[in-house]
């Protein structure tokens, strides 16, 4: 296993454009994360699914970001008309909560997909 | 709700102990956690406490006191190759399985 993956490593876009970003975990882990992150910032929580469900989403996420992991494998983030302020880095990460560290529900993120809206 | 302070920059010298602390707020706990991120790099998980005390890793270390909802992070023998960003998350959320990260310390390294 390579660890997580994301596609695409960068995306640029124009305004009011959508787009897609995809998430493959770790094969064996059944908890997925989606979060983004701006310069200077930690990052922020956006939602969260335990195999193909989504158990949280935050309210600070707009009707405009969707995500979804049909088959609680990969899963794939959705922006629709994109705003200068989506401008961020996307990052995804899996977790398991069998393991020596079970408790820490330790988090494997991948590289992100960073996201310039122009 | 919840909220996690920690500060923005720390600077130290090649070969001294430096602590990062971080103060949580959380309607319930279920554990501190530490990442660190190095510029253009995905965050790596480094410690966690669940218990108070202090938990050894190597040259790190990472300390709790859930009376005080405080925590800290202690590198010692510090390299250059320590400068990175470094942030507190704690399980939060109904599930106890949402993560919630600290604004982040950026920690540089002096020779």
């Known amino acids: 296993d390579t660890g997580v993956s994301q596609n695409p490593r960068h995306k640029i876009t124009k305004r009011g454009q959508n787009v897609t970003f995809r998430c493959d975990p770790i094969?064996?882990?059944?908890?997925l994360y989606w979060y983004r992150q701006t310069l200077g910032q930690g990052p922020e929580f956006l939602t969260y699914f335990q195999n193909e469900a989504q158990l949280e989403k935050s309210r600070l996420l707009s009707d405009r970001f969707s995500a979804e992991r049909p088959k609680g494998s990969f899963s794939t983030l959705e922006i629709q008309r994109t705003e200068q302020g989506d401008s961020a880095m996307y990052l995804c990460?899996?977790?398991?909560?069998?393991?020596?560290?079970?408790?820490?529900?330790?988090?494997?993120f991948g590289a992100g997909s960073r996201l310039t809206v122009l | 709700g919840q909220s996690l302070e920690q500060p923005s920059e720390v600077t130290a010298v090649e070969g001294a102990i430096v602590q990062i602390n971080c103060t949580y707020q959380?309607?319930?706990?279920?554990?501190l956690s530490w990442y660190q991120q190095h510029d253009g790099g995905a965050p790596t998980f480094l410690s966690y406490n669940a218990l108070d005390g202090l938990e050894e890793t190597g040259r790190f270390s990472s300390f709790l006191s859930r009376s005080d909802s405080y925590g800290y992070l202690l590198l010692q023998e510090l390299q250059m190759k320590d400068s990175a960003s470094y942030f507190c998350?704690?399980?939060?959320?109904?599930?106890?399985?949402?993560?919630?990260f600290g604004s982040g310390t950026r920690l540089s390294i002096r020779p």
């Open positions: 094969s064996e882990h059944n908890r």
């Open positions: 959380t309607s319930g706990f279920y554990g």
């Open positions: 998350a704690v399980r939060a959320g109904s599930s106890a399985s949402k993560i919630i």
């Open positions: 990460a899996s977790s398991t909560p069998t393991g020596a560290a079970s408790g820490a529900n330790v988090l494997t």
